[in-house]
């Protein structure tokens, strides 16, 4: 039976979900990287003022309101701006040479995604410790699902391949 005439469960679906999510993300942060290398801080921080003044976010002095303004201020410091670039750019260009590797079903990716995804979780955490981001851990937790899933596939492929001898 070739893969396209064999029937997907339910989880094989969800992972080609999660990985085709994941792409995308990427996609979206390669992009969000680049527009941010010319966008001046200024512009951030009038976007998160402009957001918060008109009260998109609920009362203006809550909390959601604080971090985006917090967030925004350290935006416009150097190193924030010099971090959230390279980590977009980094995190985008690895995301999908990994999602591509893992659509195209090439076995040595399968613990490479692991590894890396792992080592952004550990680093999204403690960031986000550091920083009292209250996004990080949800990117987080999106990663330990999809590393979840990673390795259900690749256990998967590789016990669909040992009985294909």
């Excluded at 080609?16 to 390669?30: E, N, S």
């Excluded at 203006?60 to 190193?79: C, I, V």
């Excluded at 977009?88 to 613990?111: E, F, S, W």
């Amino acid at each position: 039976m070739t893969e396209s005439s064999e029937k997907l469960t339910t989880t094989d679906k969800l992972f080609r979900v999660a990985v085709a999510i994941k792409g995308l993300d990427g996609l979206i942060q390669l992009v969000l990287g680049v527009v941010l290398i010319f966008l001046p801080p200024r512009v951030i921080t009038g976007l998160a003022n402009s957001i918060v003044t008109r009260d998109l976010l609920g009362d203006p002095a809550g909390t959601l309101s604080k971090h985006l303004q917090e967030a925004a201020h350290n935006f416009a410091d150097g190193s924030s701006r010099t971090f959230a670039i390279t980590y977009l750019l980094l995190h985008a260009v690895i995301k999908i040479l990994l999602v591509i590797a893992l659509l195209r079903k090439i076995m040595p990716a399968y613990p490479v995604a692991v590894v890396v995804l792992g080592a952004f979780v550990v680093y999204e955490l403690v960031r986000a410790v550091h920083t009292n981001s209250i996004a990080l851990p949800i990117f987080a937790a999106i990663d330990i699902a999809i590393i979840v899933m990673v390795i259900r596939e690749y256990l998967e492929l590789r016990r669909q391949r040992a009985a294909a001898g």
